[in-house]
């Protein structure tokens, strides 16, 4: 699990391809201190396995899923990421939950200054927006922040100084590919909802949270 409070911007220093996989090798410092083998860390907001470690570098598997699902597949060597080890127990949830596993993926409409802030507007397919709300928490390459603004097709965020240095956010351009992890309360939340009905004993039983079930209870 991470937090979306990025560590470190890594730098690709090869991708090797392979079929419909790929290894990725990444130049970083931080991210590597106390990491061994099999650690996790959170390249551009996806949850990677680190297979070795050398000189300043890990390498790690991508599987044909994760290309599909993400915009790893567009790096190239020179490309700078979002780095973030696994939260440690005893560690500060300064953000949200984030899994690591990316939703999809939105494109960069626009960015617009606003005193110290930037504004950054992402478009996104339906299935993710869905999810999204205002003042709620989103995962955009790795990198939590809170929605300031949501319409049909978009949402956009503001993004203070501090997060625009630290990061790679502010380095994109209008039409960039960025992966999306939404909040995965509302996923947990609407499949409760909709966990279809099953028949017990030729009895049709309510599964998931009902109003009848909440009446029932109280509420």
């Known amino acids: 699990m991470f937090t979306g409070i990025i560590e470190e911007v890594g730098t690709i220093d090869s991708i090797a391809a392979g079929g419909e996989s790929a290894v990725l090798t990444v130049a970083a410092h931080k991210v590597l201190q106390g990491t061994q083998i099999g650690d996790s860390i959170a390249v551009n907001g996806v949850c990677l396995t680190v297979t070795s470690m050398q000189g300043g570098k890990f390498q790690a598997d991508v599987m044909a899923e994760t290309l599909r699902r993400s915009s790893l597949g ?126 017990t004993n030729d009895t049709t039983q309510e599964k998931g949270i009902t109003l009848e079930m909440l009446t029932k209870y109280g509420f």
């Open 74 to 199: 567009s790096l190239h060597r020179g490309s700078q990421v979002n780095l973030e080890r696994a939260m440690a127990a005893d560690g500060r949830f300064g953000g949200h939950i984030v899994a690591g596993h990316i939703d999809g993926t939105g494109t960069i409409l626009s960015t617009r200054k606003e005193g110290n802030a930037m504004w950054v507007e992402i478009g996104a397919p339906e299935g993710i927006l869905r999810y999204i709300i205002e003042k709620g928490s989103i995962a955009i390459d790795g990198i939590s922040l809170t929605v300031a603004l949501l319409t049909d097709k978009s949402f956009s965020v503001s993004v203070i100084p501090h997060t625009g240095e630290e990061t790679t956010l502010l380095h994109k351009k209008k039409g960039d590919i960025v992966n999306l992890e939404n909040d995965p309360v509302g996923k947990y939340v609407e499949r409760f909802l909709t966990i279809p009905a099953e028949k």
